[in-house]
């Protein structure tokens, strides 16, 4: 439902030994691994295809192990990202989509780019990226997703740039990288990567809640009054939005409990409302 304000709370993954008699069960071979994942989940972020191309096959496998309505997040590539000039990706970005994400149709969700968090901020280089991503691929809308990592990205400039080709910047709640909850795009694309393994939920019940009050005010077309943004007095269009939120990285153990959790607390919030 692009653009509808659906919340969608996932994982990074589906292939974590940990999780095989934590979250899958004992019994279940590991074939059946995103069938049984994506029975839980309404999404999952994909980071294979960071580190390697995949095969048209492969996405047709994954689009019909999963329900109608469920949404893949993909890593862009790191041959894309990682360079020195990012206006000359041109041909590494030719070469992830031309093996067959399209296979996932409709389950095509955001693309995320994911730079170094020594790539610092440099205006004319990041506009010379977002002009070479496309908005469509094989008559699918595309979603794209910037994942930066160094403390210059914190600049209004940026929060311009990211707004005037709608590209997300993905707002990471985490220990060192920097934290930047500006709205900047008709969707909002969050990872939550301070969980505990300690924690059954990866982050505590209060957490979670204060995360589906969060999460349920994006999706309505605001902005949380509690996170930090770059650009405070650049107010974005107050309209309804998806919302992807992924619990990922620390407290790795517990991520589908918590995800799930978190989907739990947005529909108790939801029904609070009616």
Same mark, same amino acid.
């Given at each position: 439902?692009?653009?509808?304000?659906?919340?969608?709370?996932?994982?990074?993954?589906?292939?974590?030994?940990?999780?095989?008699?934590?979250?899958?069960?004992?019994?279940? +071979?590991?074939?059946?691994?995103?069938?049984?994942? =994506?029975?839980?989940?309404?999404?999952?972020?994909?980071?294979?295809?960071?580190?390697?191309?995949?095969? +048209?096959?492969? $996405?047709?496998?994954?689009?019909?192990?999963?329900?109608?309505?469920?949404?893949?997040?993909?890593?862009?590539?790191? %041959?894309?990202?990682? *360079?020195?000039?990012?206006?000359?990706?041109?041909?590494?970005?030719?070469?992830?989509?031309?093996?067959?994400?399209?296979?996932?149709?409709?389950?095509?969700?955001?693309?995320? &780019?994911? %730079?170094?968090?020594?790539?610092? $901020?440099?205006?004319?280089? $990041?506009?010379?990226?977002?002009?070479?991503?496309?908005?469509?691929?094989?008559?699918?809308?595309? *979603?794209?997703?910037?994942?930066?990592?160094?403390?210059? $990205?914190?600049?209004?400039?940026?929060?311009?740039?990211?707004?005037?080709?709608?590209? =997300?910047?993905?707002?990471?709640?985490?220990?060192?990288?920097?934290?930047?909850?500006? /709205?900047?795009?008709? %969707?909002?694309?969050?990872?939550?990567?301070?969980?505990?393994?300690?924690?059954?939920?990866?982050?505590?019940?209060?957490?979670?809640?204060?995360?589906?009050?969060?999460?349920?005010? &994006?999706?309505?077309?605001?902005?949380?009054?509690?996170?930090?943004?770059?650009? +405070?007095?650049?107010? +974005?269009?107050?309209?309804?939005?998806?919302? %992807?939120?992924?619990?990922?990285?620390?407290?790795?153990?517990?991520?589908?409990?918590?995800?799930?959790?978190?989907?739990?607390? /947005?529909?108790?919030?939801?029904?609070?409302?009616?």
């Amino acid at each position: 439902m692009h653009g509808g304000g659906r919340i969608r709370s996932g994982i990074g993954g589906w292939n974590f030994e940990p999780w095989e008699g934590t979250f899958y069960p004992d019994d279940l +071979p590991k074939k059946r691994q995103l069938e049984y994942a =994506a029975g839980k989940l309404a999404t999952i972020e994909v980071n294979a295809t960071y580190y390697r191309g995949q095969k +048209p096959e492969t $996405f047709a496998r994954w689009a019909a192990e999963t329900p109608e309505d469920f949404i893949f997040a993909i890593k862009g590539n790191r %041959f894309v990202t990682n *360079r020195k000039v990012l206006a000359e990706a041109g041909p590494s970005l030719d070469k992830f989509f031309a093996q067959g994400i399209e296979e996932l149709g409709s389950k095509l969700g955001p693309l995320v &780019w994911q %730079f170094a968090n020594s790539k610092k $901020f440099d205006p004319e280089d $990041f506009e010379g990226f977002l002009h070479l991503l496309p908005d469509t691929h094989q008559g699918l809308t595309l *979603r794209h997703v910037l994942e930066v990592r160094h403390p210059s $990205f914190i600049d209004p400039d940026f929060v311009a740039l990211a707004r005037r080709h709608n590209a =997300a910047i993905c707002y990471a709640h985490h220990h060192d990288y920097p934290e930047i909850a500006d /709205v900047t795009a008709d %969707f909002v694309y969050a990872r939550l990567q301070k969980g505990e393994d300690s924690v059954p939920t990866a982050y505590s019940k209060p957490d979670l809640r204060a995360w589906a009050a969060r999460t349920a005010a &994006w999706a309505a077309g605001g902005e949380p009054d509690d996170l930090p943004r770059a650009a +405070p007095e650049q107010k +974005p269009p107050k309209t309804p939005r998806d919302v %992807f939120l992924y619990i990922i990285h620390e407290g790795k153990v517990r991520a589908p409990q918590g995800a799930m959790a978190l989907q739990e607390n /947005v529909h108790a919030l939801a029904s609070e409302d009616e």
